[in-house]
Structure formats: C-alpha cells, structure tokens
C-alpha cells in the first residue's frame, strides 16, 4: 500500500539543520549522503511498517540511517486511515530516545 510522507516542520528544520552541519553545500561526499537520507525519508510511502516501534506507546517507528558514527534516526508514524506516513523528528542515533509530544 502506498502512503503520503508528509514531513512535519520541525523535521524539515532537522533536515535543514543537518544540512548545514554535514557542510553539504560543498562537499560532494556529503551531499549525496544527505540525498541518500531524503531518499529514505522518501521510500517509506512503501515501505513504513518494515521499520520498529520505539518503546514510546503508541504507533511511533523510526528508521536508522548511516553508519557509525554517524546514524541518524528518522522518528515517524504510520496514519493507516489516512494512508499518511508523518515524519516527526531526525536526529542523532547516538542521543535518547525521543519523548517528545506529538
């Protein structure tokens, strides 16, 4: 089933902030691993439910992206009845869990 990715503001501010802190802009290696991100971003209109629920309650997954040290992870829920897949939160792998409201 495909789904709508709608990215929340705070997540595109997440994205425009690691943007600037990978120095995307002028590095080539960068940029495509930025680009690979968004990709990933992006492929969870098929493939949502692939990805693990947080220990949050709720129906909140996260996608790990990279390698280390440098994995972010991609916090999302999955709308069925809406067919919407809503990405809420990126951030550093290494930092905890995310509790934020929603």
């Avoid at 089933?1 to 943007?19: G, H």
């Avoid at 691993?33 to 220990?55: E, F």
């Avoid at 309650?57 to 919407?84: A, C, D, M, S, T």
């Amino acid at each position: 089933m495909t789904y709508l990715v709608k990215i929340t503001p705070r997540a595109e501010r997440d994205l425009a902030d690691l943007f600037e802190d990978i120095n995307a802009d002028s590095a080539e290696s960068a940029f495509r691993w930025y680009t690979g991100l968004k990709k990933a971003i992006l492929n969870l209109d098929q493939h949502s439910n692939r990805c693990p629920m947080t220990r949050k309650k709720g129906e909140i997954r996260h996608l790990l992206y990279g390698r280390k040290p440098h994995v972010y992870r991609v916090i999302f829920r999955v709308l069925r009845r809406q067919k919407l897949v809503e990405v809420l939160h990126i951030r550093h792998g290494a930092r905890r869990m995310f509790f934020g409201r929603i």
